[in-house]
């Protein structure tokens, strides 16, 4: 186990960088897009934010983000 860390566990949920690189935007616009309720708010562990899989999933197949 070289590089294993514990949010690798966290396989079902998405970092902000990971969400920001699959939409291909900021980390800022992924702020605004939450703040705009285009995106759903996020879980928080400690200070970071995670977003479930299959949920947001489910709420861009609604063409929130768009």
Known sequence: MDNYTPLQALGEYLTKDDL???LRVSKR???NYI???RLPEPIHIGRRALW???AL???LKRGACE
């Open 57 to 59: 999933a489910e709420f």
């Open 35 to 37: 703040s705009e309720k």
């Open 29 to 31: 616009t992924i702020n």
């Open 52 to 54: 479930d899989k299959a």
């Open 20 to 22: 920001a690189n699959l």
